[in-house]
């Protein structure tokens, strides 16, 4: 056997590869928006339920998305930059709620905020319970999703080069007057895609939520809740528009991406 047969056999092997991965990834997804795509389309014009519990679902991830934008972004910059006291540490803890399973998340969310404890016991006196909350919603969509921007929002910053900051630094800029007149406009695509990203796994979280608030009913646990009542062909046009909801920040982010590979700018 020459080179080039072993060449073209180690190729074919690959590409043999890829396509079993990549029909893996992709067959349970397209027969789950085939089988009920067309009737969860249909539902949302006569099922309250499913509209209510979308536009919960598209509301409170929207909200812990604009709230994570907010304050996540200067703890990004803060990072890139090499500003913040034992970065190392900080990055780790960030990081870690990606790293535990959903549902001790909201374990933790509860411990933390529910009703037994000084915040949610304080919160509740005043009127603001938690638990079964839209609020408690946003908050494990928070908690579990703004890892993901926080992290990309750093990759972003940190793609800046720091010498345009220290250029308007000498023309009198602060370093936050001078991060949000230069460094920000640079990566705001990189900014923009992070959000498109943490809003996206918000909209999908099940586990955490669940600890927290069965009802109101965001889709994934309304998808859960029917299966198990009612079966599988009672979920499947839930779990499809949800699937439906997913691929429009995916469309977004490979936009972005597409307009970023030709140097066009974003409008």
Same mark, same amino acid.
């Given at each position: 056997?020459n080179?080039? &047969?072993?060449?073209r056999?180690?190729?074919s !092997?690959?590409? %043999? +590869?890829s396509l079993?991965?990549?029909?893996l #990834?992709?067959?349970?997804?397209?027969?789950l928006?085939?089988? +009920? !795509?067309?009737d969860?389309?249909?539902? %949302?014009?006569s099922d309250?339920e499913?509209?209510?519990?979308?536009? #919960?679902?598209?509301?409170?991830? &929207?909200? =812990?998305?604009?709230? &994570?934008?907010?304050l996540?972004t200067?703890?990004a910059?803060?990072?890139a930059?090499g500003?913040?006291? *034992?970065?190392?540490l900080v990055? $780790?803890?960030?990081?870690?709620? %990606?790293l535990i399973?959903h549902?001790? $998340?909201?374990?933790a969310l509860?411990?933390?905020f !529910?009703?037994a404890s000084?915040?949610? !016991?304080t919160?509740?006196?005043?009127?603001? *319970?938690?638990? +079964?909350?839209?609020?408690a919603?946003?908050l494990?969509m928070?908690?579990?999703?703004?890892p993901?921007?926080?992290?990309?929002?750093?990759e972003?910053? $940190?793609?800046?080069d720091?010498?345009y900051?220290s250029?308007a630094? &000498?023309?009198?800029?602060s370093?936050?007057? *001078?991060?949000?007149?230069v460094?920000?406009?640079?990566?705001?695509?990189g900014?923009?895609?992070?959000g498109v990203?943490?809003?996206?796994? *918000?909209?999908?979280e099940f586990?955490?939520?669940?600890?927290?608030?069965y009802?109101?009913?965001?889709?994934?646990?309304l998808?859960?809740d029917?299966?198990?009542a009612?079966?599988?062909?009672a =979920?499947?046009?839930?779990?499809?528009v949800?699937?439906?909801l997913a691929?429009?920040?995916?469309?977004?982010l490979?936009s972005?991406r597409?307009?970023?590979a030709?140097?066009?700018?974003?409008r």
């Open positions: 056997m080179h080039r &047969t072993s060449h056999i180690a190729t !092997g690959v590409a %043999l +590869g079993m991965l990549l029909a #990834l992709v067959l349970p997804v397209g027969m928006v085939m089988r +009920g !795509g067309v969860g389309v249909r539902q %949302l014009g309250p499913l509209r209510a519990s979308l536009a #919960l679902t598209a509301f409170t991830a &929207t909200a =812990a998305t604009m709230i &994570t934008v907010l996540g200067p703890l910059w803060l990072l930059r500003r913040m006291p *034992a970065g190392t990055s $780790a803890l960030l990081d870690l709620p %990606l399973p549902p001790v $998340a909201g374990i509860l411990l933390a !529910g009703r000084p915040i949610g !016991g919160l509740e006196r005043a009127g603001l *319970a938690l638990v +079964g909350s839209p609020f919603i946003g494990a928070l908690f579990v999703a703004a993901l921007y926080v992290s990309a929002a750093r972003a910053i $940190a793609r800046v720091h010498r900051e250029v630094r &000498t023309l009198g800029d370093p936050w007057r *001078a991060a949000w007149r460094t920000r406009p640079l990566s705001s695509r900014l923009l895609a992070a990203v943490m809003w996206a796994r *918000a909209v999908s586990g955490a939520i669940v600890i927290l608030t009802n109101p009913k965001v889709v994934s646990i998808s859960y029917r299966f198990n009612y079966g599988l062909d =979920a499947l046009p839930v779990a499809a949800l699937v439906l691929l429009v920040p995916l469309l977004v490979r972005l597409a307009h970023a030709l140097g066009e700018p974003v």
